[in-house]
T-cell receptor, first 117, second 109 residues
């Protein structure tokens, strides 16, 4: 199995829908991340979980709601999104929370391409 | 503040050498990464530099000059599969990862 798996790979939703993105890592890592990637823009860190505790929330609108039920799974719940939220949402993991250790490599999933109509 | 800059797009010829530059500004530097991202795929780790100098890994090398706030990724013997975006990111103050917007590299036969 690949290290970090994201589902669905593609999602189209209306502004009033509720959907969820799922991420699963098979690497035994302690930290998991949600990033937003828009065309020609830097990766935007949205949320970080370390040992299942949320440790960073970078001013993300409340229409995005993360959930980390265990160290292997991470969800991003979506509701009443806006068209400008259309982007690639990348999940990543690292052995430990990078901001705490000062080092470490991120392992990314292939992303969920979200289109909001 | 902290910022980072890299070219938006570069074109090179198969078999040639290309250098992708990355410049950054920060009050606290704790290492610099390069990632490769093929279209529609996950970014994958290429290199990490925390000290000045050149790190070589096969056809890819990464260079860092902390005093100049400058790094480059050097790709030799270019292959068509090297067509991808290359993301530069550094660990700044509080070890936050600051990402560049990526350089799209186009390889022509």
């Amino acid at each position: 199995e690949t290290g970090v798996t994201q589902t669905p790979r593609h999602l189209v939703m209306g502004m009033t829908n509720k959907k969820s993105l799922k991420c699963e890592q098979h690497l035994g890592h302690n930290a998991m991340y949600w990033y937003k990637q828009s065309a020609k823009k830097p990766l935007e860190l949205m949320f970080v979980y370390s040992l299942e505790e949320r440790v960073e929330n970078n001013s993300v609108p409340s229409r995005f709601s993360p959930e980390c039920p265990n160290s292997s799974h991470l969800f991003l719940h979506l509701h009443t999104l806006q068209p400008e939220d259309s982007a690639l949402y990348l999940c990543a993991s690292s052995q430990d929370w990078i901001a705490a250790t000062g080092s470490g490599e991120l392992f990314f999933g292939e992303g969920s391409r979200l289109t909001v109509l | 503040g902290q910022n980072i800059d890299q070219p938006t797009e570069m074109t090179a010829t198969e078999g040639a050498i290309v250098q992708i530059n990355c410049t950054y500004q920060t009050s606290g530097f704790n290492g610099l990464f390069w990632y490769q991202q093929h279209a529609g795929e996950a970014p994958t780790f290429l290199s990490y530099n925390v000290l000045d100098g050149l790190e070589e890994k096969g056809r890819f090398s990464s260079f860092l000059s902390r005093s100049k706030g400058y790094s480059y990724l050097l790709l030799k013997e270019l292959q068509m599969k090297d067509s991808a975006s290359y993301l530069c990111a550094f660990h700044g103050s509080n070890y936050q990862l600051i990402w560049g917007a990526g350089t799209k590299l186009i390889i022509k036969p």
